[in-house]
């Protein structure tokens, strides 16, 4: 069979360390034939180990014949314009969460890949990790009974003095014109899984952020919030992506039922962590943490099979739609000092919030 050609829109952090190398885990299936960049040493490293093109604009890519999907991984404000464009080149869209920055832009991707006839998901990582996968399954079988409580922590470093990460000052995501901040594009995961936990729409949210590092220009980079969805069943979630550098990624999702609880943590298989302002010491550990290869080949190769298959995709984009709507309320809640209380939604957009 042959295989899918993918052309790749956005080369930095993510495209390296999880879409290239999930590519490369697929290459029997997949074939990267372009990668573009603002960055031509982005898209140029990208594209070399596969003999595949370059290109500083992604409208060159798109305007080649060879290209059956787009994998878009820039920065969210980019998101709605390139997928607008891939669905309108007649492009399968594959896009890194979180789906958009505003719901405008999200209802715009969906209609446009809708119009064009091409499939669309965003590529909401967790909801392909083993420990997600198993927790809902378990969920699904009425091991806990009806859900009451679902809370989902997470913490991160911040990057070395000088150095380039998100928030700095150099780095997009510190630069409130393009960047809503830690509520989606961190806070879109926890969004995303509260409610895929619940099954259940939001009701309302109270939230409150903070920015903690001093070359941050306004985006808040740490927040907490609470949500209330319908039929009673409480959120919660906590993400700080500032702590000391070198702080190890931790993820703790905890859920309570009715007739049981499950908990998802990293582990540390370490004995000592020492922080200190200009590095941590703890050894080995990275290799445990939640971002890992096999969630990035299971989310490439269920698009696929989508395709192929001509099949409806495994997270419509509906889902993470809902997930952006709801990270969104925490930021208005956040900016306004009150608690947001969400709508129920028109039918139409909430075909598939179920899925
Ligand atoms: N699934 C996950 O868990 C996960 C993890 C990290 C990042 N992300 C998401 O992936 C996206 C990219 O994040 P990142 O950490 O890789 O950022 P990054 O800054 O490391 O990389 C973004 C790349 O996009 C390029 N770019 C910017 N504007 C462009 C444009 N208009 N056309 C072409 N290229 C452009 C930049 O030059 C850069 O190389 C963000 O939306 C982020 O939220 C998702």
Known sequence: MARIRIGLIGCGGIAQSAHL?????????VALV????????????????WGADAYTNGHALLARPDIDMVLIATPEAWHREWTEAAAATGRHVLCEKPMATTAADADAMIDACRRAGVHLMIAHSRRFTMRYMQ???????????AVLLVRENERRSRARRGGRGYYTAEHWSGDPAVSVGAAILNGVHEADLLR?????????VCCEHK???????GVPD???????FQGGAVG????SNCLPPGYPAFHQFELYGERGALRARDHELITITRFREDAAEFPGGYEILLHNLPAYVREQAAFID????????????????????????????????????????DGARDAGARA
């Open 21 to 29: 190398p999930a590519m490369r885990h697929l290459r029997d299936r």
């Open 34 to 49: 372009a990668a573009a960049d603002v960055d031509e040493a982005a898209a140029r490293a990208a594209a070399a180990p």
């Open 135 to 145: 927790m809902r399954r378990a969920v699904d079988r009425g091991e806990v009974g």
């Open 196 to 204: 895929w936990f619940a099954g259940a729409e939001p009701a309302s």
């Open 211 to 217: 920015i903690t590092i001093e070359c941050n220009r």
């Open 222 to 228: 740490f927040l907490t919030f609470t949500v209330r």
């Open 236 to 239: 919660s979630s906590e993400l």
């Open 306 to 345: 989508a395709i192929r298959g001509d099949a409806p995709v495994p997270m419509p984009p509906e889902e993470a739609r809902a997930a952006l709507r709801l990270a969104l309320a925490a930021v208005e809640s956040a900016r306004s000092g009150r608690t947001v209380r969400l709508a129920p939604e």
